[in-house]
Nanobody
Framework: VQLQASGGGLVQAGGSLRVSCAAS????????VAWFRQAPGKEREVVTA???????FHADTVKGRFTMSRDNSKNTVHLQMNSLKPEDAAVYYC??????????????????WGQGTLVTVSS
């Protein structure tokens, strides 16, 4: 299984950015897929997660600004980030849970992780 994240970069506060994660070796539509992020000196935290059904969970800090989508034809998920704030700066990781864990906001529920992509937000 490989998860390849891409799309990170530098953006000004208030701007938008889309990061993506492509999978090989598994099918996103059969798993729970999540985006986590980790800023320097902080713990890894969930940003958003999408269940097999397509229902989503969003952390309170990103509700109304971030949207996760899934492209089944390309086996890719995207995270559209709008109205970015300096506190959104972090390394963003995609992760996959193949075991239908209940605790989808918990990092330990996830079995596979991408390598991370850096998002920098300038103020």
């Amino acid at each position: 299984v490989q998860l390849q994240a891409s799309g990170g970069g530098l953006v000004q506060a208030g701007g938008s950015l889309r990061v993506s994660c492509a999978a090989s070796g598994l099918t996103f539509s059969r798993c729970t897929v999540a985006w986590f992020r980790q800023a320097p000196g902080k713990e890894r935290e969930v940003v958003t997660a999408m269940r097999r059904s397509g229902s989503t969970f969003h952390a309170d800090t990103v509700k109304g600004r971030f949207t996760m989508s899934r492209d089944n034809s390309k086996n890719t998920v995207h995270l559209q980030m709008n109205s970015l704030k300096p506190e959104d700066a972090a390394v963003y990781y995609c992760a996959v849970d193949v075991n239908r864990s209940v605790a989808i906001s918990t990092a330990t529920s996830y079995d596979y992780w991408g390598q991370g992509t850096l998002v920098t937000v300038s103020s």
